[in-house]
């Protein structure tokens, strides 16, 4: 079997994913593609991490759909949000298809609607994406005149609606209502607004910033404000922090939750499950 050159494997990359083009290649890019001919998928998976933990956008696009592949999604997220800080369009719609419409208890609507905000900034014509500016403002007015919990809307006698004063997004129609929806194990909303918070203090004022420079080259580790947001968000937290919900949420173990309750934010709004703590 002829084994590809690093200019098809380049080739391939760019056109399989436009969004890729943009940004530097590691070597381990390439030599996860050489396991990848050899049929050692896991050896790739590991060496696709390598490279994202040195900052490779490309190696974090191809562990991300490594994992997914075997179905590790709370794997994947992490390394979605580490793509999609540093200004991968291709990482940021992963996050709003993959994740906000598969969120347990329910979708993180919010968090949603500011991804595609970066969607829509960032996306060039040759990004084929179904979001726009005009299909995203409906969504959110829908959204914002219809009670998240009861559904009843602003047009039924006697309802008054008013938005969540965090998010400024989902609205309620009592104060009940919002308590319904905070609680952990039925929306667990709070969570959500709170990592909503961290990207629109720490994230957005930079978002272009860290894009272009990452596109340009410049070494992350260098980007103190990336770093901080990194931290913020909870991506660098040691393993041993959440060891255990691993083993948990291991493909092996029979008794495995749905992962997809462990998605998008804890609490105080840090992902239940890190990337990496490097600097990267």
């Not at 860290?210 to 991506?235: C, N, S, V, W």
């Amino acid at each position: 079997m002829r084994t590809l050159t690093k200019e098809e494997i380049d080739k391939f990359v760019d056109e399989s994913n436009y969004e890729l083009q943009s940004y530097q290649k590691s070597d381990c890019l390439y030599v996860g593609f050489r396991h990848i001919e050899l049929n050692c998928l896991d050896a790739a998976a590991d060496i696709f991490l390598l490279g994202a933990e040195y900052g490779c956008v490309s190696c974090m696009v191809y562990y991300i759909n490594a994992q997914w592949d075997m179905q590790n999604v709370h794997l994947a997220l992490p390394w979605i949000l580490e793509g999609a800080i540093r200004g991968n369009v291709w990482c940021m719609d992963r996050f709003i298809q993959c994740i906000y419409f598969e969120t347990k208890p329910v979708h993180a609507c919010a968090l949603g609607n500011y991804w595609a905000k970066m969607v829509i900034k960032f996306s060039s014509a040759m990004y084929r994406t179904h979001l726009t500016h005009e299909y995203r403002i409906r969504i959110k007015k829908t959204r914002a005149s219809t009670c998240f919990v009861c559904e009843e809307t602003e047009f039924d006698e006697g309802v008054t609606l008013e938005k969540c004063g965090m998010c400024k997004y989902v609205s309620y129609c009592g104060k009940a209502c919002q308590l319904v929806h905070w609680q952990e194990e039925i929306g667990n909303h709070i969570s959500k607004c709170r990592q909503l918070k961290i990207l629109q203090e720490y994230y957005k004022p930079y978002a272009r910033e860290f894009r272009e420079a990452i596109i340009r080259g410049d070494d992350p580790k260098t980007m103190d404000r990336l770093q901080t947001l990194r931290t913020k968000l909870g991506l660098n937290r040691p393993k041993e922090q959440y060891k255990e919900l691993l083993l948990l949420l291991n493909n092996n173990n029979n008794n495995r939750p749905n992962p997809y309750k462990y998605l998008v934010a804890r609490k105080d709004g840090t992902l239940h499950i890190g990337s990496t703590p490097k600097v990267m």
